[in-house]
């Protein structure tokens, strides 16, 4: 579908590749990303809404104790939240969610709709060298798992104290 995006067409492009006025986007895993896509669309004048499935936006965020900075700017900035839906369809110009509780749907005027489903690791490098003879190879951080930048510091950290 032409209308429907990935978080890097928004944030890994100059200017987003995310065409139309009005952008949905659409959060299952709560952390930073969806919301750093939502501030920057935002900002260049779209009217966003936001749905998750979770029971707030970006929970993750808590951790950081940036939560409620994050969330205040992007309502004053007209951001639009609904929280316990999941999308269940997306057509040209619209979107339907469903409750997650009442199982009612909602359909949702939307231009684009931007999804913020996670990733998965990019191991083929570390598998390619191995299976070159490679012995001194270790796969640690997003080729692993995707995870925080902690998660890959400490276990570069334990490779290296092992060599």
């Known amino acids: 579908m032409p209308h429907v995006y990935t978080l890097a067409d928004v944030l890994g492009a100059p200017q987003p590749l995310v065409e139309g006025e009005r952008v949905v986007i659409y959060d299952a895993i709560g952390g ?3 919301m750093v896509a939502a501030d920057h669309l935002a900002e260049l004048g779209r009217k966003v809404s936001f749905i998750t499935t979770l029971g707030q936006p970006g929970p993750n965020l808590a951790a950081s104790r940036d939560w409620g900075k994050v969330y205040g700017r992007l309502r004053r900035m007209g951001v639009q939240f609904r929280t316990d839906r999941e999308l269940v369809a997306v057509a040209a110009g619209e979107v339907t969610e469903r409750d997650l509780y009442t199982k009612e749907l909602f359909t949702e005027p939307a231009d684009a709709v931007v999804m913020v489903l996670g990733s998965s690791a990019q191991d083929s490098l ?8 490679h012995a001194d190879v270790h796969l640690i951080g997003d080729a692993m798992a995707p ?15 092992r060599l």
């Open 126 to 133: 570390f598998h390619r060298l191995k299976a070159a003879g």
């Open 147 to 161: 995870r925080r930048v902690s998660d890959a510091i400490r276990e570069g950290e334990r490779v290296a104290r």
């Open 32 to 34: 930073r990303q969806a």
